[in-house]
């Protein structure tokens, strides 16, 4: 069965720190892009990050919301992908949500270029 399993969400205060953890069984994450997704309460699914690997190297991007607060990662040997997430906000709290999709080059915010999914991951951000 394909599939991605999410971890590591909960409840942090404003400024504090979550990692979030997206694990793939029955294919190999290291030869797709990965994307991290969030959706908040009345809002739009909106993109955060993605990773693209290429011939040429790749691309990594964030969201102008996030930048410079998180960070995605791969560890390629544990079929795992990360989401680090840093100096967290209350407008970070949302379902978080990680992606796999078969392209290697353009934007990665884009929901129909994934074809798999994770179940999603609750992020709350409250003092």
């Known amino acids: 069965q394909l599939q991605l399993v999410e971890s590591g969400g909960g409840l942090v205060q404003p400024g504090g720190s979550l990692r979030l953890s997206c694990t793939a069984s029955?294919?190999?994450?290291?030869?797709?892009?990965i994307g991290w997704f969030r959706q908040a309460p009345g809002k739009e699914r909106e993109g955060v990050s993605f990773?693209?690997?290429?011939?040429?190297?790749?691309?990594?991007n964030y969201a102008d919301s996030v930048k410079g607060r998180f960070t995605i990662s791969r560890d390629n040997a544990k079929n795992t992908v990360y989401l680090q997430m840093n100096s967290l906000k209350p407008e970070d709290t949302a379902i978080y949500y990680c992606?796999?999709?078969?392209?290697?080059?353009?934007?990665?915010?884009?929901?129909?270029?994934?074809?798999?999914w994770g179940q999603g991951t609750q992020v709350t951000v409250s003092s």
């Open positions: 990773s693209c690997i290429s011939s040429s190297g790749g691309v990594t």
């Open positions: 992606a796999a999709g078969a392209f290697y080059y353009g934007s990665g915010y884009a929901s129909a270029r994934y074809d798999y």
């Open positions: 029955g294919f190999t994450l290291g030869g797709y892009a």
